[in-house]
């Protein structure tokens, strides 16, 4: 897909969703329905589920209830809808003595991206000249930005986010709101658990989903 080409029509349609982690209760009859073109924030206090969350609509958790995605005009049996998603956790995944090209060129060929991207990408997270310096050699701030750049190597509809602003300064927080922009302009679907105000353009569609502990 064209980078900026328009998504397939999305709807996600979440019923009654109940999660345990362990034997504790962590969610409990949560309901949401969005689709193409929004930004969902997650927002709560800690242990309030927020990344329980996101995990169960990965795909990663054992649930009850209903998580339904869609995409308009899918083939399915070819491309499983998880192949769709992108989720970026709170943990950073980058090898530390591999160089921030080589990590970023390993997440391109993990999620289907393309290699042709990386440099755009590293330059668009402002740490294109530390493209041959070992990953563990840069700041958190800086790991934040490298692992956040396989954003930019993927055409992926639909966007998970943990905690995407941790460790990053102001000029970050303006770069994830202009990322989170641009996808859901292009028909993109965000969530996005959040501590911190992620605040996009104007013109964008945003739903606030807040949770409290159970």
Not at 157 to 179: C, M, N, Q, R, V
Request: net charge negative; with cysteine; hydrophobic share 45%.
């Amino acid at each position: 897909m064209n980078p900026s080409a328009k998504f397939p029509q999305i709807t996600l349609n979440i019923k009654g969703l109940q999660c345990k982690r362990g034997e504790r209760t962590v969610l409990a009859g949560l309901d949401l329905f969005a689709g193409s073109g929004t930004f969902v924030a997650i927002r709560g206090p800690n242990g309030a589920g927020k990344s329980t969350f996101l995990m169960a609509v990965a795909g990663l958790l054992p649930f009850s209830g209903e998580v339904s995605i869609a995409l308009a005009d899918w083939d399915y049996d070819e491309h499983p809808l998880h192949e769709q998603m992108l989720f970026v956790t709170h943990l950073n995944a980058i090898k530390p003595e591999l160089t921030v090209r080589e990590n970023l060129g390993f997440w391109a060929d993990m999620v289907d991206g393309s290699r042709d991207r990386i440099g755009d990408a590293l330059n668009a997270a402002g740490i294109g000249q530390l493209a041959d310096v070992p990953a563990g050699a840069m700041s958190k701030g800086q790991q934040r930005r490298c692992s956040l750049a396989r954003l930019l190597i993927a055409d992926k509809p639909i966007w998970l986010l943990d905690e995407p602003t941790s460790a990053l300064d102001k000029s970050g927080d303006k770069w994830i709101a202009g990322l989170i922009s641009d996808q859901v302009r292009r028909g993109g679907l965000v969530l996005a658990a959040t501590h911190r105000p992620i605040v996009p353009d104007d013109d964008i569609n945003i739903f606030n989903l807040d949770l409290e502990p159970v």
